[in-house]
């Protein structure tokens, strides 16, 4: 930890496709000061890019175990970085992260694939100190661009928005900084304010100068 100066928070919006995550992290890293946004997956390096070729072409094909462990590989590459970054005071907001990670891969139901497998190679990874969940009420995407990319269908959607859900069950107290948002219906602005309200009620002076991390 750098002398005198208290750590960044690393806050976390998470939540379906098409719920508006990247916008409101957009909005949230220009509100906070010093802050970087860091959205996984992270196609810019090499593991990135192999993510990318399996979301964007169909035909491209791994085992779904290889994939999912490229998923964590790719956060796990940015991991000392972020941690530095808060130390060094810097605030970070990220678009998506290992609830992702685990319920897209817990939600193909393969067998052996469960949440437990899907989680145990995340473990280690830094907690975020909050995380908001952004969840429409029914997954009924027909705007232009939905279903381009692997996973993009409402069907494979409601098994993950499942998925979600028996995670954030699962972790328990792990999971006690994670606030909910139901998005529908609700303009950028009245979702961007409920963000920051909570935000505001951080509070740095209770919050723990020690990272935490996934268990
Ligand atoms: P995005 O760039 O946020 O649209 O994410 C790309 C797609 O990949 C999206 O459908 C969600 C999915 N995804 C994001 N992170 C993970 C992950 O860690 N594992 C799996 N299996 N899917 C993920």
């Not at 957009?26 to 993510?51: A, H, M, V, W, Y």
Request: aromatic fraction near 10%; hydrophobic fraction near 30%.
């Amino acid at each position: 930890m750098s002398e005198g100066i208290p750590r960044g928070r690393l806050i976390l919006i998470e939540g379906l496709d098409r719920t508006g995550k990247s916008t409101q992290c957009t909005i949230l890293s220009n509100k906070l000061p010093q802050c970087e946004l860091i959205k996984f997956p992270d196609r810019t390096t090499s593991i990135g890019k192999e993510i990318n070729s399996y979301l964007t072409d169909l035909k491209y094909e791994l085992p779904d175990q290889s994939i999912h462990l490229l998923f964590s590989a790719n956060r796990w590459e940015r991991n000392e970085y972020i941690k530095d970054s808060l130390k060094m005071g810097k605030n970070i907001v990220m678009d998506r992260y290992v609830y992702s990670g685990v319920a897209y891969s817990a939600a193909k139901n393969i067998p052996g694939m469960d949440l437990d497998w899907c989680y145990s190679c995340d473990k280690g990874l830094v907690r975020p100190d909050m995380t908001f969940f952004l969840m429409n009420q029914k997954s009924n995407d027909n705007r232009e661009g939905f279903g381009d990319e692997r996973y993009e269908t409402n069907q494979f959607q409601e098994k993950v928005r499942g998925q979600f859900y028996r995670l954030f069950n699962k972790l328990g107290d792990q999971c006690d900084e994670v606030v909910q948002i139901d998005v529908t219906g609700c303009s950028i602005d009245e979702v961007s304010n409920h963000i920051w309200k909570y935000v505001t009620m951080m509070d740095e002076t209770t919050m723990s100068q020690e990272l935490k991390t996934f268990q």
